[in-house]
């Protein structure tokens, strides 16, 4: 489990310079077997160990070269070093061509021999910067034997051959020492030089050196590529093909990174995974595996000035040196343009890589990749656990990390090699084929469950065992064994109980039933229990129960999932973090004879917080507030238009009913349409006035109202009168906007207590 949560710094900032690449790596090498003894008591897989490397990186410098190749094969070296996780390894990187003339080189040494401790990784940066392209007077050639000879030099020379070796050889070119005089006569130097190539192929196969070419660009011989991975040393460090030397081909030297990249991953036994590419300032997401016990993030920064932060998946920000959250912390490069983040025990989710940049120097991508190496277990069961001879058994074999959590991703055990047997008494091993392919007795495709069946043998006459091993390349081998007894016939008390499948929060339950009969005198006591269940994760009660004789009964069991604390990870509201393990009922009572082994698979999320818990509450609520609103403005506007003046044609109107004048009212402010009689006794005429004497308003009940400042108020119809003055009166005439003004008629006075 994890150690407690430390707070760690705000930020881990660091500058590099020089160059630009696109690879890199962590090399390191573990322990592939690891023996286990048949069930009860299954062994798990030995711990994995950081093993040194002994490495070269062979550099074409022929003339052919364009300067972004060398530098790209510059960068390909330097990252190589950087990404190597073990400080025991070693590292050896020198440029070649073909020399003109016997008094030239072919060799060009760029860094010797270097441990690539803390101090060493820093050197490999400024030694690779040697390398250069060679002139057409030094030769325009390119001298792979001469390459091959010093490479297996450098690797087997005083170095402990139970270290691996290995050679990455980087080219643009094929052999071609036609202008070498090394080579002899000018007619016979190519063939000489074939020769010589396929010497030296035997020779670094008799001394175990691995060569890995990359050929870039259009000139590469593909084939003699092949021949050359094909003629070193063919072991490679776990018994896969993906860990045979293989020679690859690219388009140029943009694609040199990436390429190096995997071809790395694939020498050392690492996973690789490469993440996004952009420009800073950006966060880039990548995502470590729940099997990594050991990784390197990989950080392609292209310009010194970036500067990177690391973020884990619980969102704390990690330093890049020393322990934190329970991992160990191991920053390489900082003071370069690459850099490489080692994390022992990471945290397994999305991690973040905060890339940063000031302004002029925002102009290339950075890139991110990870490579790690983990460990990988096995929860193996039998159904029926105790077959009959003759009878048929269903064997799964289910994947689980090496903290006993379910895996999601299948690109995680990728390559899979599973080798099964079934042993007992009285007969022959057994082969048996174990698949993840959805087909016969495997129930799902690729989810991580390998099953198969096998029929146990008439002459079958006691124990009976099954062994299946897991081998994948940059994953440890697990070795887990099921044991069982042959069924003389059909036991006296039986159990059923189906997979116990559930998902809940911490602290939630699952229920499964298991029915039992027992058709025996006496009762019998059943014990079970979980196996393979991380400690603190899950929890089974009852622990017995007690089956009495007679007819059927079913039980209730229950399945408790562990606190939050108990988890050494961060859990997640849409992404279930899965616990597998094995529910095993044993009768006690006759000698603890297993009556069923049973797959638990329990999905496990986060309590949700206040916020989303009730979100759609809080939103549904939300929605109505701002719909009522919107009703209530939308009503006061209604409102407010109901009573609007804009349109009412006033007519003033003499004592005798002659009409004196027409005014059309406007909108008026807060629907008031003030006016004032002009000329009342010579000419009068209705003249609009800010705080005149008279106001109108249209009425909701149609027609208008009349108000005058200070007095009463008077509801004026479509065929009404309201008087003014002793002579004048108001009326409603047509109204231009269409709106009716023919109410009921009535009227009434009131305070004008509106009026402003």
Known sequence: MRTDRRRGPTGNRRTGRAGSAVLAGAAVLMSLTAPATPHPEPVAAAKPAVTAVNYAVAVDQSASLAPEDITAEKAAAHRIALGDVSADSHITVFGFAAARTKDQSAVDPAC??????????????????????????????????????????????????????????????????????????????????????????????????????????????????????????????????SAKPTARKVSGAKDVGPALERVFAAAHCLRHKPGPSKRPPAILPITISPLATVGSIVVDKGDPEVTVTYIDPRGDTVPTTGEFNGSVFELAGGGSTVEALKIIDPVPGVWKVDVKAPEGHRSLPVAVSVLWQGELRGSITMDPPAPRAGERTTVTMRLLTRNNYEIKDPADYAGLKVASTFTGDGFAPVPLRLTDDGKGADSARSDGSFSGTVTVPKSASGALNVRATLTASGLSADTRGEGGHVSAGPSPVTAGLGAVRGSGQPGDTVTAHLKVTNTTDAPHTLRLALADAPDGLLSLSPAEIVVKPGAPATHELTVRIGPASAFDRPLHRDDPTGIGATLTVQDSTDGDRVLERTPVSVQVTRACTFLECYRWVLVGAGALLVIGVLLALAGLRQRRARRDPQGLMLHLIAEDGTVLGVHKAGHGQKQWYAFDIAEAHSNPRIERRTHGQYAVQRSPEGGAVLRRRGGSRTRLTATGRAELTDQLSLALGPDTTGRSTRPPEFSTTGPDDDYL
Request: charge should be negative.
């Open 112 to 241: 010797p021999r270097t441990r690539l401790d803390a101090a060493g990784r820093e050197s490999i940066g400024a030694c690779v910067e040697k390398l250069r392209s060679r002139k057409e007077s030094e030769g325009t050639g390119t001298d792979f034997p001469t390459a091959i000879r010093q490479g297996v030099h450098e690797l087997s020379s005083g170095t402990d051959p139970a270290v691996p070796r290995v050679l990455f050889l980087l080219t643009d070119g094929k052999l071609d020492v036609t202008d070498s005089d090394k080579y002899g006569d000018e007619p016979h130097r190519q063939a000489e030089g074939e020769r010589q190539l396929a010497v030296e192929l035997k020779n670094a196969a008799a001394k175990n050196v691995q060569i890995w070419p990359l050929g870039f660009g259009s000139a590469p011989d593909k084939a003699q590529l092949d021949r050359m991975a094909a003629g070193g040393y063919q072991k490679g460090c776990v018994d896969l093909p």
